[in-house]
């Protein structure tokens, strides 16, 4: 369950002192009284956007996302150990279904890595 923020907490617990509705506009203006709170809260996060964008760029340097054929067992070893997630998929290519499974592979890796740059 997700914590509440202590500046939240204070404000709800003195709004029911005094009666029982949820006011939420009394809320909302009592938090934007206080600027210093929203002010960390915006550095807060544009700390975690930074630290996103900097791990979605290093993935993309490093062939993270990408559909390739390996032949040698010792990097094919490397990768899936290395990484949390990863697809394998063990092709014999005089098999029709094989083939169809690889082309059907290739196209969904184009397709999601532009949409969710952290896979």
Not at 34 to 48: G, N
Not at 65 to 77: A, N, P, R, V
């Amino acid at each position: 369950m997700a914590s509440v923020d202590p500046k939240v907490a204070a404000v709800l617990d003195r709004s029911n002192q005094y009666d029982n509705s949820d006011d939420e506009d009394a809320l909302i203006a009592e938090l934007e009284e206080d600027e210093s709170s929203l002010a960390a809260f915006r550095e807060q996060r544009l700390l975690q956007l930074h630290g996103e964008l900097a791990r979605a760029k290093a993935q993309r340097n490093s062939d993270y996302g990408t559909y390739t054929e390996i032949k040698d067992e010792k990097q094919l070893m490397d990768i899936t150990t290395s990484a949390k997630l990863c697809v394998v998929h063990f092709m014999k290519p005089d098999f029709n279904r094989c083939r169809i499974m690889d082309q059907r592979l290739a196209v969904r890796v184009s397709l999601l890595l532009p949409l969710n740059p952290t896979l």
